[in-house]
């Protein structure tokens, strides 16, 4: 049967196939139609039809194997409910902060165009339901499983839960995790930097374990021009203006102060931006300055910040897509996000 052809063509074959799919028409594992199939039936070319086995594949919906060609049925598991909690806390939806905000909206994008619902919880519903067999899919945000590490082993070894985590520092035995490289993004925001001609860059974090993968690609950068390591260039801070200021206020004060200023996240480097504004240091000019996150305010500051796009909503949509492949314990799959350099005119 020909489609009328439209600037979304390969949209409407992928549509019409998928329905093939998850009507029963095929079977798991069943060999799928060719790129040479597809053209034929459809009288679309061959190009076409490699766009569409690639958008079914990355619904999970097919199989692609290397090498040999060809594809195979792969029936994703129909999520009805997904069950999402953030940080091992009972958070309400109108107090997600930046971050978590950005993940949810990719899980809420995701889940519409799967079809699914999604609801967040709170711990106490997840130990009751863990314990009781029940079948859920569960989607965990960060800090899992440092937050009830008896929660943690009992969903990793749960044949009932079907769980990802996003936005975790490390992967997970038992769970599928949707994370990032903070090592590389903390030596892509410091090489930059090195690259616009700064040698003497000071670090601003609030330490701890989120941190320390930021600060290691910050000291991996500097030691591969050979500029070592300088203490005092290293600030540890709460999250709040003030203690960002005074942190400002004895980097300025040292005899050989910073060019150049690498903020763990965004919030921290407008918390810097104002602090020289009202110090009368002009940015980039006096002193550059690099967020982390790309959060929608980075891009309203003055000047417009500089930072490292971590794709929040983009891991929100993988974690929801990985749950529909419902992989046992002993297949779960991690994947790191690359970050990418939003380059605008802090520095």
Request: charge should be positive; glycine fraction near 6%.
């Amino acid at each position: 049967m020909a489609v009328k052809k439209t600037n979304y063509l390969w949209q409407k074959i992928t549509d019409e196939l998928a329905e093939q799919i998850k009507s029963n028409a095929c079977a798991v594992g069943d060999k799928f139609h060719s790129v040479d199939e597809i053209s034929s039936r459809f009288d679309v070319s061959n190009i076409t039809s490699r766009r569409v086995l690639a958008e079914l594949a990355r619904r999970n919906l097919i199989q692609k194997f290397r090498g040999r060609g060809g594809c195979i049925v792969n029936k994703p598991h129909q999520l009805k409910t997904i069950n999402v909690m953030f940080n091992g806390k009972d958070i309400s939806l109108n107090n997600l902060g930046y971050l978590f905000a950005g993940l949810y909206k990719g899980i809420v994008e995701e889940s519409i165009r799967l079809g699914c619902e999604n609801k967040v919880v709170t711990l106490k519903f997840l130990e009751q339901a863990a314990r009781s067999g029940e079948r859920l899919d569960v989607l965990l945000v960060q800090d899992f499983p440092d937050f009830n590490k008896e929660l943690a082993d009992l969903i990793s070894s749960s044949a009932n839960i079907n769980c990802c985590c996003c936005h975790c520092l490390d992967s997970i035995r038992g769970v599928s995790t949707v994370r990032n490289n903070f090592v590389h993004g903390g030596y892509m925001a410091t090489s930059h930097l090195i690259e616009r001609g700064h040698r003497r860059i000071a670090m601003i974090t609030s330490g701890g374990k989120w941190g320390a993968g930021r600060f290691e690609g910050y000291f991996m950068a500097l030691k591969d021009i050979g500029v070592c390591f300088e203490p005092e260039l290293l600030k540890n801070c709460r999250k709040s203006y003030d203690s960002t200021a005074r942190a400002m206020a004895e980097l300025m004060a040292l005899k050989n102060p910073p060019t150049a200023i690498f903020a763990m996240s965004d919030m921290f480097a407008s918390f810097i931006l104002e602090y020289c504004a009202h110090n009368k240091i002009r940015v980039p000019r006096d002193l550059a300055v690099i967020g982390f996150d790309n959060t929608i305010d980075s891009e309203i500051t003055n000047p417009p910040l500089t930072t490292v796009d971590t794709h929040w909503a983009e891991q929100g949509r993988l974690a929801v897509r990985l749950l529909t492949e419902d992989l046992p314990k002993d297949r779960v799959k991690d994947i790191v996000v690359k970050a990418d350099l939003i380059v605008r005119k802090s520095t």
